[in-house]
């Protein structure tokens, strides 16, 4: 039979630290807004200063995407099969052509990153390069090329910000205005801040909400530039696991353990579902399912 | 249930086999991957010595002569001595209520806790996609051998379409039978 492969790591933890973390950041930024809002500097100035922020962010996302995820850029001497494909999709797609990174990890995974599409970076984990076979590959990058066409970076980007415009805006009507405030100490600036984290928490759910539309447009992408959905269907089994869980023995041979059996199958969606930037394989294959028929059909 | 019962060792309860009949109308759906069904089936189950176990089994040979869903029938032994009654029906719906008859005698004679799968062959192509019927699950499951191999993709694609309309068992429990004999 087949080789053992081994596990792949789940990726529940990093989702979850991965959310937490963004969780925290957002609680810091708005932290910072609330305090500098109670040293009674004005709404627009306010603004300026969160634009500012954000800006920095987005101009630098790339190298804070690539300094915190540990990915080189490679060169076409270094990863000639990774840029060969990546020539070809930008060559099918008429997209300039992003710098190439490779991240030594073993996960199989790959994101886009970058403000516009001439400072895109496409990586690629040694994990994928060494699981999936060139077809897979061509999917995913065409996934993350999709990426960059969509402007994602930049969309995600204005979303947070809109998001903080609209808090300060509920603010400034739940607080009787910024200028016609009166200085309450400690307890109404705790008020202020909890109120800011309940809030940024529901804008939080919905930039993940347009995170998921994104990846589905990608999805999409993706098909339409390789016309095969197919090859993304099996990449997403690949990287998911989904296909480890199926057990190796013959049902025959686990007839002793009976216990196991009755054992009643959960099924249902996690909670975490609505936390995550990613809609579930499931919905992913769905759509790439429905694509494929109507392909064919044409 | 008492709480001490909890601790007893018990027999599984009898499996609610009426979902078998939920795999004809599921078998329209599973067209759209071009999986075609077939009339064959085969019923898996732990052998035991004894009378009552071979009176049980030449009850259910009678009960598949005389049934009205035409069928040819070969009983056999496994590798791993287990039982197989292979059914060759005219359709889909007909192996169904073969197998279904059958599996109501053998639940009936008491013998539930050795009946481990029943087996339906469909097709893609020339290629054998099996949709296994595991009684103690009380769900079905996909299994598409390719030579020491099974075509998972094909499988979980199965799955996400009928999904809706046919109990499909976690990824989990999606046990392999290799050597299925027909």
Known sequence: ?298 | MGLLDFFRPRSLPPPKIDDLFKLTPAAVTMGQLRVEPTGMAGMCFRSIGGVTFEDMKSGILKVLENSAFLARFSVLTDQFGFTWVVIDSDTLADAVSNVYMASQLLIEGGFSDHITAAIFRFEQGDLPVYWVYNYRRAAFYPFAPRGNERDMQLEYRLRLLVMDELPVDSLDYWFPIWGIPF
């Open chain 1, 1 to 298: 039979m087949n080789e053992r492969v081994r596990r792949w790591p789940a990726d529940l933890g990093l989702s979850l630290r991965m959310f937490l973390t963004m969780l925290i950041l957002g609680a810091v930024y708005l932290g910072f807004l609330t305090i500098l809002y109670w040293l009674g500097i004005d709404f627009w100035s306010l603004m300026i200063i969160a634009a500012v922020m954000l800006g920095i962010q987005y101009f630098f996302s790339d190298k804070i995407v690539l300094a915190s995820s540990g990915a080189k850029i490679v060169t076409p001497e270094q990863a000639p099969r990774l840029h060969a494909i990546v020539d070809r999709l930008c060559a099918e797609t008429g997209l300039p052509k992003p710098r190439v990174a490779i991240v030594p990890t073993d996960v199989p995974n790959a994101f886009a990153t970058g403000r516009s599409q001439k400072h895109s970076v496409i990586a690629a984990t040694q994990g994928l390069l060494n699981r999936l076979n060139e077809d897979e590959i061509v999917a995913v990058l065409a996934h993350e090329l999709s990426h960059v066409r969509n402007r994602d970076v930049a969309v995600m980007t204005i979303a947070s910000f809109i998001s903080t415009v609209a808090y300060y805006f509920i603010m400034s009507f739940a607080f009787g205005g910024f200028r016609s405030r009166d200085r309450q100490g400690g307890s109404g600036l705790m008020i202020v801040y909890v109120i800011s984290l309940i809030v940024y928490g529901i804008s939080l759910l919905l930039t993940r909400l347009l995170s998921r539309y994104r990846e589905l447009a990608a999805d999409r992408g993706s098909a339409y530039i390789t016309g095969r959905p197919s090859w993304l269907i099996s990449a997403l089994l690949k990287i998911s696991g989904q296909m480890e869980r199926m057990p190796k023995k013959d049902l025959r041979s686990e007839e002793g353990l009976n216990q196991f059996f009755i054992v009643p199958a959960l099924s249902g969606r996690s909670i975490l579902e609505l936390f995550a930037t990613h809609p579930s394989l499931e919905k992913r294959i769905r759509q790439l399912e429905r694509m494929e028929k109507a392909m064919g059909e044409q």
